[in-house]
Every structure is written in structure tokens, then in C-alpha cells.
């Protein structure tokens, strides 16, 4: 078996790093109707961990709000540690902004998914969240800042 010179992604581990979930309003919160404003606030960062394995964490915040009030809070961070062989800067980049979070997202729908119904609340069904575009408009505001290298961190709130 020949071995490939391209780039590599391999996935070494997916873990569920820190998860918290808060209900300030219970039980009083589930007598009123159920018609929350969702606010998801997105983070994704990565740490080299040595040449070519690296840690990225999916941060995923979300909070409920009944009638001006926070109904429910859920926090977490989903974690995975990847080989990356055989790229550039900017390709590593990429992947580590786009691909890898792409690959973990779904395990952080599935934990909210969980401790929200666990908390006693209709599910949440989390939209597709197009890390490709967050990581194209990041690099246009870096570069209308004058921003250099460095690692890709982005922030954003989804409502």
C-alpha cells in the first residue's frame, strides 16, 4: 500500500470536554407557554498539542429567554484531537476553522439535545451552522484589519 503525500485528517479522539445546564426559573418557567427567544453564541478555537496533532473545542452557548426572562442556559465544550499531515499554513488553518468543527458539531447538538429534554423542556433543534462561511468572513475582517498570522479564533452569536 503506497502512502499518500496529500494533505491528511485523521480523527485521534472526540470528547465532551464541559457541559453545564441551568434552569434559574424552574419549576415556575414550565406553567407559562413555551414560546422562548434562542439566542446560540458560537466559539471555535484550536491548540497545537505538537507537529501535527492538534485540539480544537466547539464552544456552543445557548440561552432560552421566556418574556423578557432566562428560561434555560446550557454550556458546552466539544473537543477532538486531529492529525494533520501534509498541509499549509492556510490549509491547516482551514481545516482546523471549518473541517474539524464541522466533524464535532453534531455530538454537541446531540449533548444539548440531551440535557435540554433531560431539563424537562421540548427539544432544541440546532440548525446547520456553516463554519466555511464564519471562517471566510473572519479572514475579511482580518485582513481589513491589518491582522496577521496567527491562530483562527472566532466568536459569533447565531439568534
Same mark, same amino acid.
Given at each position: 500500500?503506497?502512502?499518500?503525500?496529500?494533505?491528511?485528517?485523521?480523527?485521534?479522539?472526540?470528547?465532551?470536554?464541559?457541559?453545564?445546564?441551568?434552569?434559574?426559573?424552574?419549576?415556575?418557567?414550565?406553567?407559562?407557554?413555551?414560546?422562548?427567544?434562542? $439566542?446560540?453564541?458560537?466559539? @471555535?478555537?484550536? %491548540?497545537? +498539542?505538537?507537529?501535527?496533532?492538534? #485540539? !480544537?473545542?466547539?464552544? &456552543?452557548?445557548?440561552?432560552?429567554?421566556?418574556?423578557?426572562?432566562?428560561?434555560?442556559?446550557?454550556?458546552?465544550?466539544?473537543?477532538?484531537?486531529?492529525?494533520?499531515?501534509?498541509?499549509?499554513?492556510?490549509?491547516?488553518? $482551514?481545516?482546523?476553522?471549518? @473541517?474539524?468543527? %464541522?466533524? +464535532?458539531?453534531?455530538?454537541?447538538? #446531540? !449533548?444539548?439535545?440531551? &440535557?435540554?429534554?433531560?431539563?424537562?423542556?421540548?427539544?432544541?433543534?440546532?440548525?446547520?451552522?456553516?463554519?466555511?462561511?464564519?471562517?471566510?468572513?473572519?479572514?475579511?475582517?482580518?485582513?481589513?484589519?491589518?491582522?496577521?498570522?496567527?491562530?483562527?479564533?472566532?466568536?459569533?452569536?447565531?439568534?
Amino acid at each position: 500500500m503506497a502512502e499518500t503525500d496529500g494533505p491528511q485528517l485523521a480523527i485521534e479522539r472526540i470528547y465532551l470536554r464541559d457541559a453545564s445546564f441551568e434552569s434559574p426559573r424552574a419549576p415556575g418557567v414550565f406553567d407559562g407557554t413555551w414560546n422562548p427567544q434562542v $439566542q446560540v453564541d458560537i466559539n @471555535t478555537r484550536s %491548540n497545537r +498539542l505538537d507537529e501535527v496533532r492538534h #485540539e !480544537v473545542v466547539l464552544t &456552543l452557548t445557548l440561552k432560552a429567554r421566556v418574556e423578557d426572562e432566562v428560561a434555560m442556559i446550557v454550556e458546552l465544550q466539544q473537543a477532538g484531537v486531529f492529525r494533520l499531515q501534509g498541509m499549509d499554513d492556510g490549509i491547516r488553518q $482551514q481545516a482546523l476553522a471549518v @473541517t474539524c468543527p %464541522n466533524i +464535532l458539531f453534531p455530538y454537541a447538538r #446531540e !449533548v444539548i439535545d440531551a &440535557l435540554v429534554t433531560k431539563g424537562a423542556f421540548p427539544a432544541v433543534m440546532l440548525a446547520p451552522i456553516s463554519f466555511e462561511a464564519l471562517f471566510a468572513e473572519a479572514m475579511r475582517r482580518r485582513e481589513a484589519e491589518g491582522g496577521g498570522e496567527g491562530a483562527f479564533v472566532d466568536d459569533r452569536s447565531v439568534n
